[in-house]
T-cell receptor, first 108, second 114 residues
């Protein structure tokens, strides 16, 4: 089976940098995805790491270390609109298992 | 691209009634997924289809739940009879069948069973 652990809540101020960690235990691992979900909305895809290292997409970056079974999502220059839930997910044989999500609150 | 379309957006029904949720995936996507989201259990995969064929239904909670995909552009998730513990947001998602292909979620159906 697969399990992904991430913190339940993170709080940061506007303009700051925040890192959301995800550790995983999987029987088969192909990579780590990240999704954002605003209250009442649908999860939307942010990034995918198949290989170790850092992937950068604008203000958001995602990192993966297979040897440590660990990844993180880095959000820079935080904005109020970044307040949302963030999920790490592990795709395997076409389907994805999601972590429980981290609620990020950005304060002015 | 219209995205994944789900209907209805909200459904309120009484215990014991049949509920049918509908989904139209993105054209060209060959995989379709039904997820359920609750505070207690997070995002759970119920079932997924590849090329209209059910591949894994191990997440379907019990026989009251059934899903079909009669063609590449339509899927249904049916609950019969519904129970209060089925109250949740049900998401449909579609993707190309590769591990690095992102899931595209619909806006979900918020189901309330009283």
């Amino acid at each position: 089976g697969q399990s992904l652990e991430q913190p339940s809540e993170v709080t940061a101020v506007e303009g700051a940098i925040v890192q959301i960690n995800c550790t995983y235990q999987t029987s088969g691992f192909y990579g780590l995805s990240w999704y954002q979900q605003h209250d009442g909305g649908a999860p939307t895809f942010l990034s995918y790491n198949a290989l170790d290292g850092l992937e950068e997409t604008g203000r958001f970056s995602s990192f993966l270390s297979r040897s440590d079974s660990y990844g993180y999502l880095l959000l820079q220059e935080l904005q109020m609109k970044d307040s949302a839930s963030y999920f790490c997910a592990s795709p395997n044989a076409g389907k994805s298992t999601f972590g429980d999500g981290t609620t990020l609150t950005v304060k002015p | 691209d219209a995205g994944v379309i789900q209907s209805p957006r909200h459904e309120v029904t009484e215990m014991g009634q049949e509920v049918t949720l509908r989904c139209k995936p993105i054209s060209g996507h060959n995989s379709l997924f039904w997820y359920r989201q609750t505070m207690m259990r997070g995002l759970e995969l119920l079932i997924y289809f590849n090329n209209n064929v059910p591949i894994d239904d191990s997440g379907m909670p019990e026989d009251r739940f059934s899903a079909k995909m009669p063609n590449a552009s339509f899927s249904t998730l049916k609950i019969q009879p519904s129970e209060p513990r089925d109250s949740a947001v049900y998401f449909c998602a579609s993707s190309l069948f590769t591990d690095n292909s992102p899931l595209h979620f619909g806006n979900g159906t918020r189901l309330t069973v009283t």
